[in-house]
């Protein structure tokens, strides 16, 4: 249970941390505990990645032409998010570029909306790789939602095979 001193030092954080904490504790935590397993260190932070991935998922679902939401506040921007790749290896910062992309590319995978088809064997290193190559090289797109970067990176890379024409009668 939370103290007081809890609650009040919660009132001082920011949004982010908030949200970060929510998220954590009310649906990673609980799913692992229920199977039995206990979540530590990167195993944690990667399933809280993907759980923040999954809640701001929805606006993706309204977006037709376009993956990218120009007027959205975002908790992590392609800015962010090339910052964290960019970081020196190993650190914590790096992880966590690694930890957005493998999210980001799971649920992208996973969606019938998305036009990404990551081939089977496809490695986290081959799709980090392609996403930081997008961001190298399409600077004006950095302040999108990261996500949505993730997104036009891996269906540029990895567009799903068209369908073929159904036969005329």
Same mark, same amino acid.
């Given at each position: 249970?939370?103290?007081?001193?809890?609650?009040?030092?919660?009132?001082?954080?920011?949004?982010?941390?908030?949200?970060?904490?929510?998220?954590?504790?009310?649906?990673?935590?609980?799913?692992?505990?229920?199977?039995?397993?206990?979540?530590?260190?990167?195993?944690?932070?990667?399933?809280?990645?993907?759980?923040?991935?999954?809640?701001? &998922?929805?606006?993706?679902?309204? #977006?037709?032409?376009?993956?990218?939401?120009?007027? $959205?506040? =975002? *908790?992590?921007?392609?800015?962010?998010?090339?910052?964290?790749?960019?970081?020196?290896?190993?650190?914590?910062?790096?992880?966590?570029?690694?930890?957005?992309?493998?999210?980001?590319?799971?649920?992208?995978?996973?969606?019938?909306?998305?036009?990404?088809?990551?081939?089977?064997?496809?490695?986290?290193?081959?799709?980090?790789?392609?996403?930081?190559?997008?961001?190298?090289?399409?600077? &004006?797109?950095?302040?999108?939602? #990261?996500?949505?970067?993730?997104?036009?990176?891996? $269906?540029? =890379? *990895?567009?799903?095979?068209?369908?073929?024409?159904?036969?005329?009668?």
């Amino acid at each position: 249970m939370c103290s007081m001193n809890c609650f009040v030092l919660n009132a001082f954080m920011s949004p982010k941390i908030l949200v970060w904490r929510f998220v954590r504790v009310k649906f990673v935590q609980p799913a692992y505990s229920e199977l039995g397993c206990r979540l530590t260190g990167a195993l944690l932070m990667k399933a809280t990645i993907l759980g923040m991935v999954l809640l701001f &998922a929805a606006p993706l679902a309204t #977006a037709v032409d376009s993956p990218f939401v120009e007027n $959205s506040q =975002a *908790f992590v921007t392609g800015n962010d998010l090339y910052r964290w790749c960019t970081a020196r290896a190993g650190s914590f910062l790096e992880g966590s570029c690694y930890g957005f992309i493998q999210g980001a590319s799971d649920l992208a995978n996973g969606l019938a909306i998305v036009n990404v088809c990551l081939p089977h064997g496809v490695t986290v290193q081959e799709v980090a790789d392609v996403v930081k190559k997008y961001l190298t090289d399409h600077p &004006a797109e950095r302040h999108y939602i #990261a996500f949505t970067t993730v997104i036009a990176a891996l $269906s540029a =890379a *990895f567009p799903c095979p068209k369908a073929p024409p159904a036969a005329a009668r």
